[in-house]
């Protein structure tokens, strides 16, 4: 945040903008511009060392920010051309609690005070900034119940069956008149053919999609069919001819195209083969190495997966670009997980009772903490306009739908998405400050040797999940190349610990591809 610019007469006058406002029947205005305006120029006489350098003035309503005069404003206020801006009265700059924060503080960033001729209303004094402040509260609460009324509407129009907007699924298109689904009568019969393919022909979803491109199938959005969408075909219960918001189904107004019988044989059949999300995230306690397994050829994640072999059922991980798309898009090999989750413990484990290593790696955090703090600084910059950005654009969405110019159903998806990306910025922001308040120099190294120690013991002795969580915690990624090229890079919650390459180390070659 920018200092507050001062007054002091050896370096020049006071440069202030007089901004007024009608809406835009001047005939029940109390006051017309001109008579805000000789009220300004008498306030800035009366006192000192101010001087009039830039006047603003709109004929339009306070509840919209997008006014012509109002921009000049912010924008000369970004440039540096005005010290101080000055209204007749605070409703002149904006009708709601929302409006008026977002404008105090982009002029509060850019070092501008605020004040009011007609209302003790000053930003340049610590109880106009804790007023700004109290402003800001009230305005997060006004834009949070704003978006509960938003969705609560979205919610009410389920319930009646109503679509609440977004990409009709396939086998259907949205129809303007009614807001309704309607059957796409040439993408229905290939959502049959799925059913058909998975229930009758006992087909998997990585066959499905290759049959349906073969066949010259295409999504709604003309591209391949992957496992994905057949999968969201198989699970979407739009097309039993229900309404789904917020985890609730509805009975919708747009007719089925799969019967309730063979839904549920789906249904049935993805929970015994495993196919469906929900069964997979339960099973993958199973695979310590998840979500850290990157495949160095593609950069996507691994996953764990299970074959029968000569020797019985084995399990292995997967780049899922081969498993979805085949070795035309990515050529990594399978990774026997025995193996690998094997090597990967005694290479963590040797590493974290190596002296030798903690001490270089403590000696290079020190090093590294020299530069951190203007790293720290330029990423809160970078934070904080993106949080100002975020914020933009929810105020204009929440605008939108206030007047009426953008309805619910396409104003709510997005302001949920907004809204969760404001909270992520705002808790990065905090760890980003805990950090710059943080005077704490890089960790002792025998502290490091105790905690390193103690990781060692508890992953000697930990099974599953535990043991998942504790690799997840110290394992920053494991980077596979090819089988006789795998890099796990180790870290401490206090200093990193940077590691050597795990070699082949008994990763024998998978049963043939």
């Not at 009708?95 to 503080?105: H, N």
């Not at 109503?162 to 008149?177: E, I, K, R, T």
């Not at 019985?312 to 899922?320: A, E, F, L, Q």
């Amino acid at each position: 945040m920018m200092a507050k610019k001062t007054s002091d007469p050896t370096s020049g006058p006071v440069r202030v903008g007089i901004y007024t406002r009608i809406s835009t029947d001047e005939a029940h205005q109390p006051y017309s511009l001109g008579a805000q305006e000789d009220r300004l120029h008498s306030y800035v006489k009366s006192q000192d060392n101010w001087k009039i350098s830039r006047k603003y003035d709109d004929q339009m309503t306070g509840a919209v920010l997008e006014r012509p005069g109002l921009q000049r404003a912010l924008q000369d206020a970004r440039a540096g051309e005005i010290d101080h801006l000055l209204v007749f009265r605070v409703d002149r700059l904006a009708r709601s609690v929302r409006g008026l924060a977002s404008i105090l503080e982009e002029l509060d960033e850019c070092g501008v005070a605020f004040r009011s001729a007609t209302e003790p209303f000053d930003t340049s004094s610590p109880a106009g900034r804790m007023m700004v402040q109290m402003l800001g509260v009230f305005a997060e609460f006004e834009r949070a119940t704003l978006i509960e009324r938003v969705i609560a509407g979205m919610e009410r129009k389920a319930a009646s069956g109503g679509w609440n907007g977004g990409n009709a699924p396939f086998g259907y298109d949205l129809d303007s008149q009614t807001g309704s689904l309607k059957v796409n009568e040439s993408e229905a019969p290939v959502v049959e053919k799925v059913f058909e393919l998975y229930l009758s022909e006992k087909l998997g979803t990585v066959s499905i999609a290759r049959l349906l491109n073969e066949s010259g199938h295409r999504t709604k959005l003309g591209t391949l069919w992957r496992p994905k969408s057949v999968l969201r075909v198989l699970t979407n219960r739009a097309y039993l001819g229900e309404v789904v918001f917020r985890e609730k189904s509805y009975a919708g107004r747009h007719p089925a195209v799969v019967e309730p019988e063979t839904f549920e044989r789906a249904r049935r059949l993805l929970a015994e083969r495993g196919e469906d999300s929900a069964r997979r995230r339960s099973n993958t306690s199973d695979y310590m190495l998840s979500g850290v397994l990157i495949c160095g050829l593609c950069g996507r994640r691994f996953t764990g997966a299970k074959a029968g072999g000569n020797g019985g059922t084995y399990r292995y991980y997967i780049c899922p670009s081969r498993a979805q798309l085949g070795t035309g898009r990515c050529s990594q090999h399978r990774l026997r997980a025995d193996a690998l989750e094997d090597a990967v413990m005694k290479h963590l484990i040797r590493n974290l009772k190596d002296s030798k290593v903690l001490k270089v790696s403590v000696e290079k955090a020190e090093q590294r903490m020299e530069g951190v703090r203007p790293k720290l600084q330029r990423e809160l910059g970078q934070t904080e306009r993106k949080l100002r950005d975020i914020r933009s654009s929810i105020d204009r969405y929440l605008r939108a739908f206030e007047t009426g110019s953008m309805p619910s159903e396409v104003c709510a998806p997005r302001l949920a998405e907004l809204d969760a990306r404001k909270t992520e910025l705002e808790t990065h922001r905090e760890e980003i400050q805990g950090q710059l308040d943080s005077d704490d120099s890089a960790a002792d190294l025998e502290e490091v040797r105790d905690v390193a120690a103690d990781w060692a013991r508890r992953l000697e002795d930990a099974e599953m999940p535990l043991l998942k969580h504790l690799i997840r915690t110290l394992v920053r990624e494991v980077r596979v190349e090819s089988r006789a090229s795998i890099r796990p890079v180790i870290h401490l919650p206090m200093v990193r610990v940077t590691s050597r390459w795990v070699g082949r180390q008994g990763l024998e070659p998978c049963p043939p591809d």
